[in-house]
């Protein structure tokens, strides 16, 4: 038996059509909400901020082993985000800038810091507070994974007013429902907000693990008063309402107050280590 012509291309036609449809059909490319516990941050602590903090100077990205473009993107990611608290003006402060003040592009909040490099920020800048970043963990393909360091503080005092150090791995699943979670909440056209995106898009995933940390920010203009309560499972009985630094008191000094005979205090204890020039501690 011989088919007609035009009868071939017309049943190609209506198997393509079907495959599709069955494709957009499938579960996995449905917005189907995503059920189960849920990953939440936890190593964030605060300290009393006792002035309301109006512009933050966002330091450059401190990570090493990473290619330009990624650290691009985070760099610009960090920027976003900070501005998306909505609770403070934010500045930019280049590589070249800081270089330029300290010899250095970048620093890290837990680094003996030169002597005068936040009272220059904020002479420079007019910040209230500078905000330190790094990356101590990247993983740009499936399943993906970032960690965070990052770190709020006051200048010219030196003053930790909050500090996260979290890691995003999305072999967890915890993380994939808060990854899903973050996408399907947010402004994409339905057909792209069944949640999976974000976890095959080490952009989107920066997305999600920055406003899951940054978020959390404005509580410290509320002077700690909605930080959630002591958590009994923490070493040492620090909560997440505290801020607590390991700081070895004989290789620093703490910011540029002079140090007691009997060693800093609990104030000079919680202030980034400054290098101060000839400080007779070996």
């Not at 590589?95 to 909040?109: A, F, I, M, Q, Y």
């Not at 976890?199 to 920010?217: C, E, K, M, V, Y």
């Amino acid at each position: 038996m011989t088919m007609k012509p035009g009868i071939v291309p017309a049943m190609l036609v209506v198997a393509v059509v079907c495959a599709l449809t069955a494709g957009c059909a499938s579960p996995a490319n449905l917005a189907q909400p995503a059920l189960g516990p849920s990953f939440h941050p936890v190593n964030v602590h605060f300290a009393p901020n006792e002035k309301p903090i109006r512009r933050v100077a966002v330091l450059p990205l401190a990570i090493t082993a990473l290619d330009p473009g990624s650290k691009t993107m985070l760099s610009a990611k960090v920027l976003e985000h900070a501005g998306k608290t909505r609770e403070f003006e934010v500045v930019s402060v280049s590589e070249e800038l800081v270089k330029t003040w300290s010899g250095r592009d970048s620093w890290r909040s837990d680094e003996m810091l030169p002597k005068d490099l936040l009272a220059r920020i904020h002479t420079e800048t007019g910040c209230d507070a500078v905000l330190f970043s790094q990356v101590t963990g990247f993983k740009g393909y499936p399943p993906l994974m970032i960690g965070w360091k990052l770190s709020l503080v006051t200048v010219p005092q030196g003053q930790p007013v909050w500090v996260a150090d979290e890691w995003f791995d999305a072999a967890d699943e915890r993380v994939v429902t808060a990854a899903r979670r973050f996408e399907q909440g947010g402004l994409l056209p339905d057909s792209l907000r069944d949640g999976w995106a974000v976890l095959h898009s080490p952009s989107r995933f920066a997305d999600f693990s920055l406003s899951a940390l940054l978020g959390l920010l404005p509580a410290i203009q509320q002077n700690s008063a909605k930080v959630s309560p002591p958590r009994a499972d923490t070493p040492d009985g620090v909560g997440a309402n505290q801020l607590k630094l390991c700081l070895p008191a004989k290789e620093m000094k703490y910011g540029n107050q002079p140090e007691s005979a009997a060693g800093p205090g609990p104030e000079d204890a919680r202030r980034l280590p400054v290098d101060t020039p000839d400080d007779g501690l070996d």
